[in-house]
């Protein structure tokens, strides 16, 4: 392989020195001389270099000076400083400040100088050779997370409806609805109690739309860290912060084009509040590190499952960021509000699953119909498709799916009296309660995956346990 030949420019105020140089250098590098700082920056204006040697001490600008401005202009190039001073401390802060890469004390030796010069160069060959492979290795990762993303897209296309499965008026007046706005940029609040399939709404919103064929992006704005939701939503160029080895996309910059689905947006801590409502209302970003906004162009899809005009009036979210998130809102009802819904769905979910785990079953009896469609379902759609699954599980191949392999809080029930005599609030909360305590016994008392079996959040769980005063 042929070596490249570097290329060096010498700069000294003194003729002999710089001939002297030229001599030491000019049989295996192409060599250019400067007598001065001002001839170097011209020289450098219109020619590329890969090492620079200067001499410290010139009437006009110093070396140091010289190369400090260099530094950002020319940041791969060779910086090398040549003195007969006592400037050690001087020299020493450079090169640790970047300003230069070596200094030489006069009077040198040929050899040992031109040692010195091929040795730098070979690290800073180096240097370059793992950035540009750093970079490649950026845009690779950029790469995976954006089709991880587009995959698991696929993968849900292929495993969930691509319709909104109901039998309820209620549900087919919402979709109704929808269809008014698909077809536009507005954004869109979806309301609603965890787990009556506010995400599958929002990705209804997105397939109806035409961006359905861009990226369609959900984020859950409690789940990721304070520290980092700066970084996670409008990106970071390398060097921002610790840690920030190299530039990252954020969530608005990978949606653009495409569909951002902001999920429990009443969850979002107040910094990214400010920010989101920057973005809605200018249509632009500023990444972490950057000092000029990048325009973006995502549509936004919200969701929440508290009540927003409640946490604005606790000045727990932002009155202006609400205006411009409620633009267009759906409420979603509680599954035991539409139960015309709960028979498609539970079919849907028992072919899903029996696929899924390839169990073929008998369906479900008369008895589990009826049961399933009495019983509340407080924790909505979630809770009737991990039930229906936990049925196939139980299922004996080709048998139908009696009531006794229904959850024991389903079963008991129906046994006991429908409601008591309270109002349908506390019959709610008992029966909550009821299905927590009967989770967490199921689970020998373990937290996450009661919460997981739930479809909550661990912290959800943790504050309903504090209030049912379970706290250890």
Same mark, same amino acid.
Request: with cysteine.
């Given at each position: 392989?042929?070596?490249?030949?570097?290329?060096?420019?010498?700069?000294? @105020?003194?003729?002999?020195?710089?001939?002297?140089?030229?001599?030491?250098?000019? +049989?295996?590098?192409?060599?250019?001389?400067?007598?001065?700082?001002? %001839? !170097?920056?011209?020289?450098?204006?219109?020619?590329?270099?890969?090492?620079?040697?200067?001499?410290?001490?010139?009437?006009?600008?110093?070396?140091?000076?010289?190369? &400090?401005?260099?530094?950002?202009?020319? =940041?791969?190039?060779?910086?090398?400083?040549?003195?007969?001073?006592?400037?050690?401390?001087?020299?020493?802060?450079?090169?640790?400040?970047? /300003?230069?890469?070596?200094?030489?004390?006069?009077?040198?030796?040929?050899?040992?100088?031109?040692?010195?010069?091929?040795?730098?160069?070979?690290?800073?060959?180096?240097?370059?050779?793992?950035?540009?492979?750093?970079?490649?290795?950026?845009? !690779?990762?950029?790469?995976?997370?954006?089709?991880?993303?587009?995959?698991?897209?696929?993968? +849900?296309?292929?495993?969930?409806?691509?319709?909104?499965?109901?039998?309820?008026?209620?549900?087919?007046?919402?979709?109704?609805?929808?269809?008014?706005?698909?077809?536009?940029?507005?954004?869109?609040?979806?309301?609603?109690?965890?787990?009556?399939?506010?995400?599958?709404?929002?990705?209804?919103?997105?397939?109806?739309?035409?961006?359905?064929?861009?990226?369609?992006?959900?984020?859950?704005?409690? !789940?990721? =860290?304070? +520290?980092?939701? &700066?970084?996670?939503?409008?990106?970071?160029?390398?060097?921002?912060?610790?840690?920030?080895?190299?530039?990252?996309?954020?969530?608005?910059?990978?949606?653009?084009?495409?569909?951002?689905?902001? @999920?429990?947006?009443?969850?979002?801590?107040?910094?990214?509040?400010? /920010?989101?409502?920057?973005?809605?209302? +200018?249509?632009?970003?500023?990444?972490?590190?950057?000092?000029?906004?990048?325009?973006?162009?995502?549509?936004?899809?919200?969701?929440?499952?508290?009540?927003?005009?409640?946490?604005?009036?606790?000045?727990?979210?932002?009155?202006?960021?609400?205006?411009?998130?409620?633009?267009?809102?759906?409420?979603?009802?509680?599954?035991?509000?539409?139960?015309?819904?709960?028979?498609?769905?539970? &079919?849907?979910?028992?072919?899903?699953?029996?696929?899924?785990?390839?169990?073929?079953?008998?369906?479900?009896?008369?008895?589990?119909? %009826?049961?399933?469609?009495?019983?509340?379902?407080?924790?909505?759609?979630?809770?009737?498709?991990?039930?229906?699954?936990?049925?196939?599980?139980?299922?004996?191949?080709?048998?139908?799916?009696?009531?006794?392999?229904?959850?024991?809080?389903?079963?008991?029930?129906?046994?006991?009296? =429908?409601?008591? @005599?309270?109002?349908?609030?506390?019959?709610?909360?008992?029966?909550?309660?009821?299905?927590?305590? %009967?989770?967490?016994?199921?689970?020998?008392?373990?937290?996450?995956?009661?919460?997981?079996?739930?479809?909550?959040?661990?912290?959800?769980?943790?504050?309903?346990?504090?209030?049912?005063?379970?706290?250890?």
């Amino acid at each position: 392989m042929t070596r490249k030949k570097y290329s060096l420019l010498l700069v000294d @105020d003194e003729l002999a020195n710089l001939q002297k140089l030229r001599r030491t250098f000019m +049989e295996q590098y192409s060599v250019h001389s400067a007598q001065s700082a001002a %001839e !170097a920056l011209e020289i450098l204006g219109r020619v590329a270099v890969d090492a620079i040697i200067t001499d410290q001490r010139m009437p006009d600008m110093t070396g140091l000076e010289l190369l &400090e401005t260099l530094q950002k202009s020319h =940041p791969n190039l060779v910086r090398i400083v040549l003195t007969g001073f006592a400037e050690v401390s001087d020299l020493i802060a450079a090169i640790n400040t970047g /300003k230069v890469h070596k200094y030489i004390t006069k009077p040198w030796e040929p050899d040992d100088l031109r040692l010195v010069v091929h040795d730098a160069l070979e690290k800073m060959e180096l240097i370059i050779e793992n950035e540009r492979l750093a970079a490649e290795l950026k845009l !690779a990762n950029e790469r995976l997370r954006t089709e991880n993303i587009i995959l698991r897209q696929e993968v +849900e296309q292929q495993v969930f409806s691509k319709s909104i499965i109901h039998g309820s008026p209620e549900m087919e007046n919402i979709l109704h609805l929808l269809r008014r706005v698909t077809g536009t940029g507005t954004t869109v609040l979806i309301q609603g109690e965890t787990g009556t399939g506010k995400e599958l709404i929002a990705r209804f919103i997105h397939g109806e739309s035409n961006r359905r064929d861009q990226i369609f992006i959900p984020v859950n704005c409690g !789940a990721i =860290p304070r +520290e980092l939701v &700066e970084s996670e939503f409008f990106g970071h160029s390398r060097g921002a912060f610790t840690g920030a080895t190299q530039e990252k996309k954020g969530f608005f910059e990978m949606a653009d084009g495409g569909t951002l689905f902001l @999920d429990e947006i009443g969850e979002a801590p107040p910094e990214l509040q400010v /920010k989101l409502l920057r973005v809605i209302q +200018e249509g632009e970003i500023m990444p972490v590190g950057y000092n000029q906004p990048r325009k973006v162009d995502v549509r936004i899809i919200a969701s929440t499952n508290r009540d927003l005009k409640a946490e604005v009036q606790a000045n727990r979210f932002r009155q202006d960021l609400f205006f411009r998130i409620n633009v267009f809102s759906v409420t979603i009802p509680p599954l035991r509000e539409r139960r015309k819904d709960i028979p498609p769905l539970a &079919e849907f979910f028992l072919q899903q699953f029996s696929r899924k785990l390839n169990r073929r079953t008998g369906g479900f009896s008369d008895e589990t119909r %009826e049961l399933m469609l009495e019983y509340s379902w407080p924790g909505n759609v979630r809770e009737l498709q991990n039930e229906v699954e936990r049925l196939v599980l139980l299922s004996e191949p080709g048998r139908a799916i009696g009531p006794e392999l229904l959850s024991d809080h389903i079963r008991q029930r129906h046994r006991s009296s =429908p409601v008591s @005599d309270g109002d349908l609030k506390t019959a709610v909360r008992e029966l909550e309660e009821e299905m927590i305590r %009967e989770t967490l016994t199921r689970f020998g008392q373990n937290r996450s995956r009661t919460a997981r079996a739930l479809g909550i959040s661990r912290q959800s769980l943790l504050e309903k346990l504090r209030r049912m005063g379970i706290n250890d």
